[in-house]
């Protein structure tokens, strides 16, 4: 086995890494060969495509039913709203992948398209489980205050907002160290 | 050994056992997270994996700080842990401070069966929390506690503190003045240390008075005092006249207050205990001890100690002690502590346990809680109380004799009458006074001053008014010479003088007769 098949090339350590990716083992997405579709026949590119989607897919299950375990195992509000901005970190992850440099334009707008319908069909159905929890007969105000909490934590939100640089990247062993500032 | 170095030890072994649940008992998340990190990088362990857990921050690994998963919820970490300890060995997750540990809740439950889990493949959960954790849970591993800092760590963190601005502010401190802070630091934590120093730094100097500053600073820490009350000194506090005795013993004993006193084996000085006659100077001897010392003053009321529900009066006396231990270096105040040890015979059993409680404190406390009690009512005193090692010492407070009372004579004239008296009108008040107690001198000349603004200055008073003022006290030595007589008795045999060596006779006791001369004769 020589050349394109030898060691599979883009194709194969795309789909080994969208494999891996989806099934949250350790994946990097740098390293990943750029994609054009005029390497591949028709099928192979629908396959690939195929895997892609399928791997998004995949990915924003998981991230959707970690949320609504999250979501669930909360007793107060600020709780609830901490899963939600948390939640946008694993939606980061994803959106970067349907954006990734390696793949073509055209591809990649479809997918961002994809994901991000997806993220504001999630934003959507909590909407809808508000209006749910009124009908059941919940307390208005303390539906109210969710409402709040759920649109001030948006998860559209990452339609704009840039994934800050690992903000709590700091070092919680780290002994306390301070220099006064003087007058 | 130091309280981190022996955590270490014991964690150092759990680790090595591969006990599933390790829990850590502490107010210092960082200084434990510390202890662990110490514990996870030692080469010997380079092949084990660890990671910590903390609300804010999700999934990391310990060691790199990488985070590990996007999602950061306690159940994602609790999944992560579960794949983990089912696919390899020595697998090490750490949660810090997860919720409802205290009671049998559905987290404990998966705790529970995550520990089960990792028992499986050596694999280990160790729980950082500052509350205490369901007895389920518990058995299923091991525990440890990191107390606060002790002075030799807290040493450490001074020293931190001091080399980050060394050439920043002027600093006055030796390394004997850091020790001493080190000592009068102990009971705080190492954040509350690192804010006491920075805000004396932020003054722009770090000066040498600033290490008895320290003490008086430290209560400001604490929100809730639990069974004491911190006494705020008024300038009038200060001045005490007579007990001399007393005031040459404390002399000895300032200096051994601040002392470094770790390569001795000696403990800081425990207390006094102040009984005798009513209204000498035994309440007012704590307050002036607190402003000597430049220590913060903190009363403890025996009555208020006692509650309606078993246990509770010892519940609420203990937290008390703990409480003084935490603000130490201080002066303890206890005032009539005999109105709260009484009753020994009481069928409740309470003030035989709280006598118990309090016994074992003086005995064992290494605090600088330098303890001030007074007493009156010296029959009801157990006497175990009384005896050497309980306080450094006892003392008896009798009626001031001539001397002391012409310096009491001196401190309220000036304070009352914003003059002193001529040496020709002190002589003969001192002659007047005799068998006065402190305050009986204190509340003649109150309402001497009280005249002189009623009239208008001291100019408009005669002399006699003074005098007659004093002619017209009379003094619990006269009115119950049979009550002061028992506890001079008293305290002849078991006590040493508070003032000087000799006690003071009773008017008509000694058969000294006394002559009221006014001025006008």
Redesign the interface.
Known sequence: MTGLWGDGGPYQAWVGFLRRWAA?EPADPAGLPALREEQYDSDTWVRLTEHLTSALNTRLVT?AE?LV??LN?T?DEFSWG??LA?AR??LH?VRALAAHPGLPESLRGRLAELVDDQITQVQAQLERNLEDEIRRGTDPRLVERRRRTLRDNDLTATFTVRPAP?A?????????????V?? | MSNYAESLSHLDSYISARVPVIAMRTIE???A??L??EAATQSRRSSMPFW?Y?????LRDLRT?A?V????????AMDFAAAQFGSRPNATIVF?DP?ELESDTPVTRHFAELARLADSNMGSIVLITDTPIWSGLQRLGMSLRLDLPDSEEMYG?LS??LG??HG??PIEWTEEDARRAAEFLSGVT??EC?NLM?TI??K?AIRREDVLGLAQAKDRIFSDLTGLERVHLKQSDYAIGGLTGLRTWLERKHDMISRDLRHTALRPPRGVLLVGVPGCGKSLSAKAIAHDWQLPLYRLDMASIHGKYLGESEGRFREALAMADRVAPCVLWIDEIEKGLAGRDDMSGVPQRIIGQFLYWLQESQSRAFVVATANDIRSLPPELLRKGRFDELFFVDLPDAQDRKEIIRIYHHRYLQAHPDPEQLDRLVDLSEGFAGSDIEAALHDVGEEVVRRGGIDRLKDSYVMDTFAQVRPLSVSNPEQIEEIRAWGRERAVPAGRAAVTPVPGDGGRTRRIVFMDE
């Open positions: 949250l991230w970690h375990r999250a195992g007793r901490r899963e948390q970190t694993g992850t690992d709590w990247a700091y070092d919680p062993a780290a002994p306390p160290r301070r220099r006064i003087p007058e | 998340q960082q200084r997270l510390r662990l990190r910590i903390t609300r804010a921050t999700g700080n985070p998963q996007d999602d950061r919820s306690l159940a994602g810090v919720d963190i931190g503190f980050d601005h920043h502010i190492e954040a690192v920075a730094a932020a722009g």
